[in-house]
């Protein structure tokens, strides 16, 4: 399967170079990230530049809420940092299914897992994963289906 889909985990824009660079046709791109870095590889006779952000976590978190769960995925190590994440207790578990009540509002970071969580009352389940920082509201009772073993951090308020 080497090889396979690599089109598409390729940036849109490296990807197009490459397309006009194997036509013959010249190619230019500009990119105006704040705090990036630009790289040049060379194969052969053909130069690639790639700017990159300097740290893979930073700038890239997406904010969503749904079914009164709050999910940031991929926060910067700067707001974990801020909010001592790795100093909060652990907790972990493996591939089960449970219902759970949440007596305080609880922010947890995942480590390592993958999890559907549907609220009672909800049709349609929350998915999240290594890398998510979520909230769950007080009060709030729902079910974990645990995919994929669980280890996070967690913080009651």
């Known amino acids: 399967m ?12 490296l990807f197009f170079a490459t397309s006009q660079l194997n036509k013959g046709l010249p190619f230019s791109a500009h990119s105006t990230h704040s705090a990036a870095t630009t790289t040049t ?6 130069s690639v530049r790639v700017r990159a952000s300097s740290s893979s976590s930073e700038g890239m978190a997406t904010v969503e809420e749904k ?55 909800a ?8 890398g998510d920082l979520v909230v769950f509201p007080k009060g709030m009772s729902c079910t974990w289906d ?3 073993a669980v280890d996070k951090h967690y913080k009651f308020e």
């Open 146 to 148: 645990v995919s994929v």
């Open 67 to 121: 079914l009164g769960i709050k999910i940031e995925r991929n926060p910067p190590d700067s707001k974990l940092t801020q909010l001592g994440v790795r100093s909060w207790p652990k907790w972990g578990c493996p591939p089960s299914k449970f219902p759970w009540t949440y007596s305080a509002k609880e922010t947890c970071y995942l480590l390592e897992g993958k999890v559907k969580v549907t609220p009672d009352g």
């Open 41 to 46: 590889t060379s194969f052969g006779s053909l």
């Open 123 to 130: 049709n349609e389940a929350v998915q999240i994963g290594a």
């Open 2 to 13: 080497a090889c396979s889909g690599v089109s598409s985990l390729m940036n849109p824009s």
